[in-house]
């Protein structure tokens, strides 16, 4: 459909595939009018290419042919695969995706280039998002969302065939463009840009989906009846706000939609939103799991006790692990009130002690001694004796347990000398001996022994300053709305009381009353010192002014004593110089060097284009500097004054949001351009590459003023590198005419250079005869097809080489075999390694400059200077080129 022109194209099947052209006008009078249609046969779809001009594919050649609106053969153009089944719009003018072996083919038919390709198995239809920035590839079992320049944002896989699909055009909830339905034989389903995808409801009948408004899906049946659905997008527009970061919109479903299931919950999960994911669970272990995984040690407790309850309802005793893993996330987090707890449901006495020994809480560690004590827990005793520093009790735990050599060893050395006599009587009489027991502990030196003695805690509080847990935005934006709904319940308490309160101010008049009130509402009544003036007429201190007797003089210069010293002249607050508001206000490389900061520039510029080498914009940095400043005499004697040239001025001074007038400007550019061109046309190669040279050097820094500037900016800079590396394959050229193998093939790279009409005339020409004189004739049947074709070889002026083209096609026809194996295939798409010019090909490794974008393969380039622009480093990923500020 072509709206502009009141054009549709009706495609068909039958008879092999066919088309008809139909043209209708609308007339306010008439009621519109339909012409009779132009048909032909053509093989898959056909699309527009443009306001006048649409594209088939010829069943017999598999060729794209282009007709105006009239039906008519305008241009012939060899796909890039010679098996293309069909092409479908390529979502932009000028641009065609072809399909051809299982693979989807973006293709520019002016310039007969491969922009990109993506494996697509089985495909049956391409449908664009209404803003054309998304396509779906919608194949027999699979679903591919990418954007304009066909890269794969997601891929979806079905069990069922996959019937037709449609984009969301809502023009509220933000679903317009990004929500993708599709259906199956029984089910219609929805995928995301994100890759997320789920079921909407099931179906009867197969369906054919054409428009998806809010909760309505309009489609056919399979009599091409007209039907609309009733679906619910509710869990999509809910995953589509959680990946774009709607927090609001979030929070509003949670407390007002029905979402719920467990295919939710672990959806929450694996996305790491576990506190959005506790208000759709009431199971209280999944609740308890939830809770641990945000940090949430309350809602945590709360399902513990839960589930206590109920283990010891059922008669179970399965909360172990449950208070286990509480006490993990309450140590984690700091709060070792919560730890003790837990760990005395799990009667963990050895973590228990260790944490009342942290915490310095030694009343409770005794407690501990005599738990073991009472438990009959020798290691347990001795470990809270030790942790103590209770050498009486270890001798005694010692004793008890039959090691009484070594409780004598551990007497004697601590001074306990009733002990160790006891114990040593106790030996003797168990027919023993105390001698020599002493010889074998060393005492002196740095492995003798010591006293075993904790150190005495100087802080005991009640708790640890917990580690905080930062709030998400989802839990901010909760607490917002629960204040706000407090605000509004309190409001709607004081408007009922008001309301209550209205017939006993019905006798008294109140004109104005609204508006006095509400502007009262917006005063802030504060201390007196805030009150300026209105503070002036009354003076209500202690002592009271009366009015002064007859009799009695008034010093009338008194007054001046009572001046206070707030009336004294105060300096102006001191202004921001122009160069600080530059640098503040802008990340644009060109507005720091005006404002002086050189090294600023070049860092923003290495972090944006991995620029490098400053040496050959130096003349252009400096001229930012010298013209965002104008130098003006003063009085005689003094020195000259300097003005700051702006920018955004027209309107009036813009203050600390001022921005430097820039000395290089996108006409500049423009001109410079003009001059590659004429230069290159006249084949003064050297004077043209360094035109370009000149521009690359200058383009990062000049500024734009909106998006399309900016975008003629990098239209620029494509410019730029293909002709700086269309000149350097020239010049390779010459070196290499010598070798027709090489010089073959550099003249085939020549020719896929995105030069303009004209010039890429004159590069098949050159390589058609180089081609042709090296005998690689079917090259240079390829070059002289391709120059046939050309729009401007119509013209009378070109009709010798027109005659000659032919001559060589036929020629080259007759002889059909190339003399040399050369490295290329025009129906292959690849780009030039701008370092040795040899293609790369889409599943070679390469590196890019990202500045201009030239490509290399090998991986000795790989943080290398770029041969192309000569200022950034090749292989290193940056945001790239900045044009505004």
């Known amino acids: 459909h072509n709206p502009t022109e009141g054009n549709v194209l009706v495609c068909s099947d039958v008879d092999g595939g066919c088309y008809e052209l139909v043209t209708f006008s609308f007339n306010s009078s008439t009621g519109g009018t339909v012409t009779d249609g132009k048909r032909g046969s053509c093989m898959g779809p056909a699309v527009f290419l443009g306001r006048n001009r649409f594209a088939v594919l010829d069943r017999l050649q598999r060729q794209i042919v282009v007709k105006n609106m009239n039906n008519e053969t305008t241009k012939r153009v060899q796909p890039p695969s010679p098996n293309v089944e069909a092409l479908f719009d390529g979502g932009a003018s000028g641009r065609l995706l072809l399909f051809a072996e299982d693979r989807v083919i973006l293709f520019e038919v002016q310039?007969?280039?491969?922009?990109?390709?993506?494996?697509?198995?089985?495909?049956?239809?391409?449908?664009?998002?209404?803003?054309?920035?998304?396509?779906?590839?919608?194949?027999?079992?699979?679903?591919?969302?990418?954007?304009?320049?066909?890269?794969?944002?997601?891929?979806?896989?079905?069990?069922?065939?996959?019937?037709?699909?449609?984009?969301?055009?809502?023009?509220?909830?933000?679903?317009?463009?990004?929500?993708?339905?599709?259906?199956?034989?029984?089910?219609?389903?929805?995928?995301?840009?994100?890759?997320?995808?789920?079921?909407?409801?099931?179906?009867?009948?197969?369906?054919?989906?054409?428009?998806?408004?809010?909760?309505?899906?309009?489609?056919?049946?399979?009599?091409?009846?007209a039907r609309v659905l009733s679906v619910d997008t509710t869990e999509a527009r809910f995953k589509l706000a959680l990946a774009n970061k709607k927090y609001g919109q979030v929070m509003q479903m949670v407390r007002h939609s029905r979402l719920c299931g467990r295919a939710i919950v672990a959806y929450l999960q694996s996305k790491d939103f576990p506190e959005v994911a506790l208000h759709f669970v009431r199971e209280p272990r999944t609740k308890l799991r939830l809770a641990l995984a945000c940090g949430n040690i309350e809602a945590a407790m709360e399902c513990a006790f839960t589930l206590e309850q109920q283990a010891a309802a059922e008669g179970k005793e399965n909360s172990r692990d449950v208070w286990s893993e509480l006490g993990n996330e309450a140590l984690r987090q700091g709060n070792h009130q919560v730890v003790e707890m837990s760990y005395q449901r799990t009667k963990d006495f050895d973590r228990l002690s260790f944490?009342?020994?942290?915490?310095?809480?030694?009343?409770?560690?005794?407690?501990?001694?005599?738990?073991?004590?009472?438990?009959?827990?020798?290691?347990?005793?001795?470990?809270?004796?030790?942790?103590?520093?209770?050498?009486?009790?270890?001798?005694?735990?010692?004793?008890?347990?039959?090691?009484?050599?070594?409780?004598?060893?551990?007497?004697?050395?601590?001074?306990?000398?009733?002990?160790?006599?006891?114990?040593?009587?106790?030996?003797?009489?168990?027919?023993?001996?105390?001698?020599?027991?002493?010889?074998?502990?060393?005492?002196?030196?740095?492995?003798?022994?010591?006293?075993?003695?904790?150190?005495?805690?100087?802080?005991?509080?009640?708790?640890?300053?917990?580690?905080?847990?930062?709030?998400?935005?989802?839990?901010?934006?909760?607490?917002?709305?629960?204040?706000?709904?407090?605000?509004?319940?309190?409001?709607?308490?004081?408007?009922?009381?008001?309301?209550?309160?209205?017939?006993?101010?019905?006798?008294?008049?109140?004109?104005?009353?609204?508006?006095?009130?509400?502007?009262?509402?917006?005063?802030?009544?504060?201390?007196?010192?805030?009150?300026?003036?209105?503070?002036?007429?009354?003076?209500?201190?202690?002592?009271?002014?009366?009015?002064?007797?007859?009799?009695?003089e008034v010093d009338e210069m008194a007054i001046l004593g009572e001046v206070s010293d707030d009336t004294q002249y105060k300096m102006p607050p001191a202004g921001r110089p122009a160069a600080g508001c530059w640098v503040t206000n802008s990340s644009h490389a060109a507005d720091h060097m005006a404002a002086g900061g050189a090294s600023s520039a070049m860092q923003l510029l290495n972090r944006q284009i991995a620029a490098s080498d400053f040496s050959f914009m130096k003349d252009a940095m400096i001229g930012c500097y010298v013209g965002s400043t104008l130098s003006m005499p003063g009085v005689p004697g003094s020195v000259s004054m300097s003005v700051p040239l702006l920018r955004n001025d027209g309107p009036g001074h813009p203050g600390t949001e001022s921005l430097p007038r820039l000395s290089i400007k996108l006409k500049d550019l423009v001109s410079g351009i003009r001059n590659g061109y004429r230069f290159f046309q006249g084949g003064k190669f050297n004077d043209s590459l360094s035109a370009f040279q000149n521009i690359l050097i200058?383009?990062?820094?000049?500024?734009?003023?909106?998006?399309?500037?900016?975008?003629?900016?990098?239209?620029?800079?494509?410019?730029?590198?293909?002709?700086?590396?269309?000149?350097?394959?020239?010049?390779?050229?010459?070196?290499?005419?010598?070798?027709?193998?090489?010089?073959?093939?550099?003249?085939?790279?020549?020719?896929?250079?995105?030069?303009?009409?004209?010039?890429?005339?004159?590069a098949l020409r050159s390589a058609m005869g180089t081609a042709f004189k090296h005998k690689n004739f079917i090259v240079a049947a390829s070059f002289a097809r391709r120059l046939l074709e050309l729009p401007d070889m119509s013209s009378e002026r070109n009709a010798n080489l027109r005659i000659k083209a032919t001559k060589v096609l036929q020629k080259s026809e007759q002889m059909a075999r190339n003399e040399n194996n050369l490295d290329y295939s025009e129906t292959t798409a690849f780009s030039i390694d701008c370092k040795n010019f040899t293609p790369i090909y889409a599943n070679d490794n390469c590196v890019k400059c990202s500045y201009c974008g030239s490509s290399y393969s090998e991986d000795s380039m790989n943080g290398q200077p770029c041969v192309t622009c000569k200022i950034s480093t090749a292989g290193v990923e940056t945001i790239g080129l900045v044009t505004g500020s």
Request: charged share 30%; proline share 3%; hydrophobic share 35%.
């Open 111 to 225: 310039s007969r280039r491969v922009l990109s390709e993506i494996s697509a198995r089985k495909l049956k239809n391409i449908v664009w998002s209404p803003d054309g920035s998304k396509a779906a590839l919608l194949c027999k079992y699979d679903v591919i969302i990418v954007n304009r320049q066909l890269e794969q944002l997601c891929s979806i896989s079905d069990t069922v065939r996959i019937k037709s699909g449609a984009w969301d055009i809502s023009p509220t909830g933000g679903t317009a463009n990004e929500l993708f339905v599709y259906t199956t034989l029984h089910h219609v389903k929805y995928c995301l840009p994100t890759g997320d995808t789920g079921t909407i409801r099931t179906l009867d009948n197969a369906i054919y989906a054409q428009r998806v408004v809010k909760d309505q899906l309009f489609c056919l049946d399979k009599e091409a009846r």
């Open 355 to 552: 944490l009342y020994l942290i915490s310095g809480d030694t009343e409770k560690l005794r407690k501990m001694l005599k738990i073991s004590n009472m438990r009959k827990d020798i290691m347990g005793r001795y470990h809270n004796a030790l942790l103590l520093g209770d050498a009486l009790e270890r001798v005694k735990v010692l004793d008890e347990s039959g090691n009484r050599p070594l409780a004598y060893i551990s007497a004697k050395l601590h001074g306990l000398e009733e002990e160790a006599e006891k114990l040593k009587i106790a030996i003797e009489t168990n027919d023993g001996s105390v001698e020599g027991l002493l010889e074998k502990v060393s005492i002196e030196g740095k492995s003798g022994g010591r006293l075993l003695q904790p150190p005495t805690p100087i802080l005991r509080a009640n708790n640890w300053a917990t580690l905080e847990v930062k709030k998400t935005t989802l839990e901010d934006l909760q607490a917002a709305a629960e204040e706000n709904e407090d605000e509004n319940k309190e409001a709607a308490i004081v408007q009922e009381g008001n309301d209550q309160a209205a017939d006993w101010e019905e006798d008294f008049p109140t004109t104005g009353a609204g508006g006095v009130a509400s502007a009262l509402d917006d005063l802030d009544l504060g201390d007196d010192d805030g009150m300026g003036d209105w503070d002036d007429d009354l003076d209500l201190g202690d002592d009271v002014v009366m009015t002064p007797e007859k009799n009695k």
């Open 698 to 762: 200058q383009i990062p820094l000049v500024g734009t003023e909106n998006r399309n500037e900016g975008n003629e900016i990098k239209e620029i800079l494509e410019i730029c590198r293909e002709y700086i590396t269309a000149i350097r394959i020239k010049s390779t050229m010459t070196d290499n005419a010598s070798d027709p193998k090489r010089s073959t093939e550099l003249s085939a790279y020549f020719t896929h250079c995105n030069l303009q009409p004209v010039h890429i005339l004159l």
